[in-house]
Structures are given as C-alpha cells and as structure tokens.
C-alpha cells in the first residue's frame, strides 16, 4: 500500500513539474542567485595595500596576506619618524617580535613559537598614547593563528577566521543545502520520473482536445 501511494505522490510531483517547468525553473534559478548574492554581500573583504584598524579587517588581511597593511610600523620606525620629524598620524604601531613565555601551551602551540604583535587602535590612538588593546599572531608555513588582548597581554583570546566570516558561512551553507535540495529534485522528477509525466502529460492534452479546450 506503501508503495503504491510513493508511486501516485511520485507522479503528481512529475506532472506537476513538467506542467509549470517554466515558471519553476526561473523561481528555483532566481531564488538561487539572491542566496549566493547575500553569500557574497556580507562576506568580509580586504584589499593588498589597504589601510585597516579594526580587529577583524587585520585578522582576514593577515590570513590572507600573512603581513600587515601598509599603515602599521614598528616601534623602530616610529623612533626614526620622529627623529626625521615626519608624521606617524595615520599609523599604528605593529610587527615588533612578541616574547612567547608559554602562555599559549592550552592552544596546542609551543613557547619557542615566534610571535609578532600589532596594536588594536581606539578612537584616540596615536603612536605614543597606543591603549591596551593587543594581537598577537605567528604564521607557521601557511597555518596562522591570531589571539586578541584587551588588558596589554595579560589575557588572551583566540581568533578564528569561521566567527569573523560567521554570516558569510551561514548564508553559503543556506545556498549549498538549497542547491543540493534542488539538484535532488532535478533527478527526482526529470530523471526517475518522466516516464510517468509524459504519460499523463499526454492524457492531459488528449482531455483538453476531446473538450476542445485546445
């Protein structure tokens, strides 16, 4: 009995489909490209040779990168600036070695790991009045792992590009399960089905030429 109301509610959906293929196609179609088109608008971008200050923008610069935007210098730098009097107004300081005392040994990385570290501006920021706020980062051959500080070092979080691209990631997902979602329906009404839907499709255009509808 089963069997037999799978194979009526199988015919029904092919029939159903041949009969409006049209019109279920540019839905299906159009629906897909506003899902990729979200995908893509609130996916986080950085560009080589930007100027970036946010926490997030410099965590997706420095994976993609594995360096810093042109607007951050060394402590170094800024010293020799001042003595040649040239302005450090829109700089941060960042890419100054970070001693790594063991404080990261619970994220599976060694005290030998070579660290670098980068300033975290606030509205108030300049090069001599830098505030608490702190990354550090290593890159291990193209591995990087990023960890945020807001207390100058003394605690730490770790960064993880899947949260920063948390939105992108959830619509992606959203258009690969309705992509796979169609494709399924594809096979399961054009392909193992159409047998049934140019059956019917045939009665369906005989009744309308018995009643002279066409």
């Not at 610069?61 to 302005?87: G, M, Q, V, W």
């Not at 599976?108 to 670098?116: A, H, M, T």
């Amino acid at each position: 009995m089963r069997d037999i109301y799978y194979m009526s509610f199988n015919k029904k959906a092919a029939v159903f489909y041949y009969r409006h293929r049209k019109i279920i196609l540019i839905c299906i179609n159009l629906v897909s490209v506003i899902l990729l088109v979200i995908g893509l608008a609130v996916t986080k971008r950085v560009s080589r040779g930007g100027e970036y200050r946010t926490k997030e923008d410099l965590a997706i610069y420095i994976h993609k990168y594995h360096e810093l935007p042109k607007n951050f210098i060394t402590l170094n730098s800024r010293d020799n600036a001042a003595r040649c009097n040239e302005s450090t107004k829109r700089c941060i300081i960042g890419g100054d070695s970070f001693w790594n005392d063991g404080q990261f040994r619970e994220y599976g990385i060694r005290s030998d790991q070579c660290f670098q570290i980068v300033d975290i501006p606030d509205e108030d920021y300049t090069v001599y009045n830098r505030g608490t706020k702190r990354m550090v980062y290593t890159i291990n051959t193209y591995k990087v792992r990023l960890f945020y500080s807001e207390d100058n070092c003394l605690t730490f979080e770790e960064i993880r590009l899947s949260d920063i691209q948390k939105a992108r990631n959830i619509w992606l997902s959203i258009f690969l399960g309705y992509f796979f979602t169609t494709c399924g329906f594809y096979g399961y009404t054009f392909g193992w089905n159409k047998q049934y839907a140019d059956e019917e499709l045939r009665k369906y255009k005989e009744k309308m030429i018995r009643e002279g509808r066409i």
